[in-house]
């Protein structure tokens, strides 16, 4: 079936003299006589059957249906000139990458690994852009990024990256090694994250334990200051054991219950759709995901 599509020559020029409200100068910007602006453009109204511009002696103005017609075509034609800009780039493995992640994230497991991919990939520029949560996440700047929570995203790709275990942790200077029961999780008060107030109600249905009610919390937008605080003996928190490895490693967090919660949320790696079979990107991907899996 044959489609009603005008030509992209004549809604060039038609954006142009729209700009302009002249058809010389619309010409002169896209390097075409007036008369073949005047051409496409009575084209274009023919195929529309509507006036798109009233001439007024020397200039033009555009109707009422011109200027709907204007708000339409506009980023449809931005649209098609960034993609056709980029098409060069899509095979290639040169140039930059922009890479989303939450900061504390980035900077205790991200880090490392781009290190050593930007040792193997030289040619490829990582450029890191932090988000505090998932809304922060601009496809329009963003090539490839980390996301916690369940798919799906629209208009990604989305790639199961690494699961989510969370843990109660506290400074070891605060935890009674003789309390057995679970006194420890009501007698501190709570740290907690902004934007995962869930947190406490996830551990505790994986836990099977009655959620306590602490009397005051203090709420923090990035984990890396909850760690620090906890670390200070300000409280007691849930944090995700990836961000807090090397502090259970050298005792400046213990774990305040046993339990480890693995909640179905998981990290993914998510990328724009128009983005995500680019070259560079699929490299990447390919990449951090291979990091993520087990060595055994």
Known sequence: MRRTIPSTMALICFEAA??????????????????????????????????LFERVRQRVRLTSAGQHYLLQVQPLLETLEIATIRMPEFQTMRGGINIGTYPTLGSRWLLKHLMNFSIEFSDINTNTITYLDNKQFDQNMIDIGIVQGNPPWPGCRYDYLMPEELAVVISPKLLDYQDTSNNTLLSHRFLQHTTRPQSWDIWCQ???????????????????????ATISGHGIAILPTILIERELEDKRLV???PH??????AYYLISPSTKANTKK????????????????
């Open 18 to 51: 729209a700009r302009h409200q002249n058809f010389t100068q619309a010409a002169q910007d896209i390097n075409l006589t007036q008369s073949a602006v005047s051409r496409q453009i009575n084209l274009l109204e023919e195929l529309l059957e509507q006036r």
């Open 206 to 228: 994986s836990a099977n334990i009655k959620r306590p009610n602490p009397q005051n919390s203090l709420y923090f937008s990035q984990f890396e200051m909850i760690i620090e």
């Open 255 to 257: 774990l305040a219950h």
């Open 260 to 265: 480890i919660a693995k909640p179905e949320s």
């Open 281 to 296: 990107v699929q490299v990447l991907r390919d990449w951090l995901l291979n990091q993520s899996r087990p060595s055994h």
